[in-house]
């Protein structure tokens, strides 16, 4: 059984940089694709960025080029590095896993692993 830990959350001021990390445990083989979605206040979850085995990324449209996925294979890591924050970017951050080949933003209801978020507040 796979479980997510995320961290790296934080209060930050506009225009700053956090990097948000999720350590995956357990069976990790058998997970082709991970995420990060994110959920403010009052609003649906939305997805931010995705990558699968190969590498390949997906970000939501706004996101791109502020945003950046990556992963440490060797320490079973995923990183979502944010640049330029923004007031809007305000939400509880979830590290996801999907053991299928969906792995876009918009493939959420695939995901069937969450972490338990991670808080990022851009005043």
């Known amino acids: 059984h796979v479980q997510l830990v995320e961290s790296g959350g934080h209060s930050v001021q506009a225009g700053g940089s956090l990097r948000l990390s999720c350590v995956a445990s357990?069976?990790?083989?058998?997970?082709?694709?991970m995420g990060w979605f994110r959920q403010a206040p009052g609003k649906e979850r939305d997805g931010v960025a995705a990558?699968?085995?190969?590498?390949?990324?997906t970000y939501a449209g706004s996101l791109q080029g502020r945003f950046t996925i990556s992963k440490d294979n060797a320490e079973n890591t995923l990183y979502l590095q944010m640049n330029n924050l923004k007031p809007e970017d305000t939400a509880m951050y979830y590290c996801?896993?999907?053991?299928?080949?969906?792995?876009?933003?918009?493939?959420?209801?695939?995901?069937?692993?969450w972490g338990q978020g991670t808080q990022v507040t851009v005043s």
């Open positions: 996801a896993t999907n053991r299928g080949f969906r792995c876009t933003t918009a493939d959420g209801q695939y995901f069937d692993i």
């Open positions: 357990g069976y990790t083989n058998s997970r082709n694709c």
């Open positions: 990558i699968d085995k190969s590498g390949m990324t």
